[in-house]
């Protein structure tokens, strides 16, 4: 067997032909439940058992492919990422984090080789949270940590998640049934196109994900005064645009002069704004706009609020608006394993002959999930087209693929629990 050939052209056709099933003609969507991600689950059982593996489909949808231990009471080691993906998606995100593990086993069973670890590839069936607008129900039902209460969210066409389930031939009552025993499981090894830029514009291949990032989000809703844009004059204003344009600055200043001093970085985003009834001749009398702060680093994503929130409360007092902010969600950080890590390393070195980059993951992964359950660790492989993600644009070379898979081979091999 050619590993050259198994890791690189033959994971690169593989990302290609998952994504024909799609449930748009010319563009890539694949959401949860659907008959489209059904023929996606199919073919991946395909290729789970063509490398060796026993696969099932669990409670939730998740593809799931055991490759046993040399000793069949051998604890596991599960690898895999997710295999829905966004509206008008690229080819990469999740899947290739699906195919490459699938690739590894392969090489493994075509050499007879059995580890002293069983090893479960996971296609994790929901991550991205486009058709119930809940996220990574497929990671969380492995990990044991699946809300109930899911259940009853409706799509846009009011279909149930227990609906949908049923259509799917999957019994909702049955999902505590997907959830793995912790004593059972030695770790968690996600491997993932970066979704950013950092690894390309310093010519690294591959990476060590350090943490995967906690969020805050907070809505802001400023008062002040509307007026005739005309007749007012301008030191007798009470603008809640304006207090919002300085506010945005403000967050943006702060985050960029923070971000490389902080523990695991500080990126701060204001990406809706809104003059709710603004008219081009009135004085904006409200807006309202959101904030998203994160951090690889619990401490340093709440001391910095600590410092921002009054910041912007002392810009509404000068400028005689009145500002309130309600939090929408605090997402704690998902450190990874520092055992893992070191792993991933080494394996990074022996693929590249250069020390290993470690970087925080901004972006959510299904490994934040299975931090509940075990042990987890990322490894990032490098992006094309500036680091464009969630876009047709998205695109990997055959070389990164490659790399890639050899990082993830080499820690699947070489695991140590501790
Ligand atoms: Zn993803």
Not at 5 to 12: C, K, N, P, Q, Y
Not at 33 to 41: D, E, I, K, S
Not at 269 to 283: D, F, Y
């Amino acid at each position: 067997m050619n590993l050259d050939t198994l890791f690189g052209a033959e994971i690169m056709a593989r990302c290609d032909a998952l994504a024909l099933h799609t449930e748009e003609p010319g563009r890539l969507t694949r959401t949860y439940l659907t008959p489209v991600q059904r023929a996606a689950a199919e073919q991946l059982l395909d290729w789970m058992r063509e490398a060796g593996m026993s696969a099932r489909m669990d409670a939730a949808g998740n593809v799931v492919g055991r490759y046993e231990g040399a000793q069949p009471e051998a604890k596991t080691l599960i690898t895999g990422s997710h295999f829905d993906t966004v509206v008008n998606a690229g080819k990469y995100d999740g899947n290739y984090g699906v195919i490459a593990p699938i690739a590894c086993v392969k090489a493994l069973h075509a050499q007879g080789l059995r580890l002293p670890h069983a090893i479960e590839v996971v296609g994790f069936a929901e991550e991205e949270g486009v058709r119930f607008k809940t996220t990574m129900m497929g990671s969380k039902a492995i990990a044991g940590t699946y809300d109930p209460a899911v259940l009853n969210l409706k799509d846009r066409g009011g279909v149930s998640v227990a609906q949908a389930m049923r259509d799917y031939s999957l019994d909702p009552q049955a999902i505590a049934t997907a959830a793995h025993d912790p004593a059972r499981v030695l770790g968690f090894v996600e491997i993932h196109i970066e979704q950013g830029p950092v690894l390309l514009n310093e010519g690294l291949a591959a990476g060590t994900v350090t943490s995967i990032a906690g969020v805050y989000r907070f809505q802001a809703v400023l008062t002040g005064q509307a007026g005739h844009a005309g007749t007012t004059p301008m030191h007798l204003r009470r603008d809640a645009g304006a207090a919002a344009a300085e506010m945005v600055l403000a967050i943006e200043r702060y985050c960029a002069a923070e971000s490389a001093r902080i523990e695991g970085g500080l990126v701060g985003t204001v990406g809706q704004l809104n003059v709710p009834g603004g008219a081009i001749n009135v004085i904006p009398g409200a807006c309202e706009f959101s904030i998203d702060l994160r951090s690889g680093h619990d401490g340093s994503r709440h001391a910095a609020w600590k410092v921002l929130e009054p910041e912007l409360q002392a810009i509404a007092r000068r400028r005689h608006v009145e500002l309130s902010i309600t939090n929408t969600l605090d997402l704690a950080a998902a450190p990874c394993a520092a055992h893992i890590m070191a792993q991933i390393d080494t394996a990074i070195t022996a693929a590249t002959g250069a020390p290993a980059p470690r970087l925080p993951s901004g972006a959510g992964h299904d490994a934040m999930a299975m931090a509940a359950l075990c042990p987890q660790g990322m490894i990032f492989i490098r992006c094309g087209n500036g680091g464009i993600s969630h876009n047709p644009l998205e695109t990997i070379t055959e070389a990164d693929a490659r790399i890639g898979a050899r990082v993830l081979y080499d820690v699947l091999r070489n695991f140590r629990a501790q």
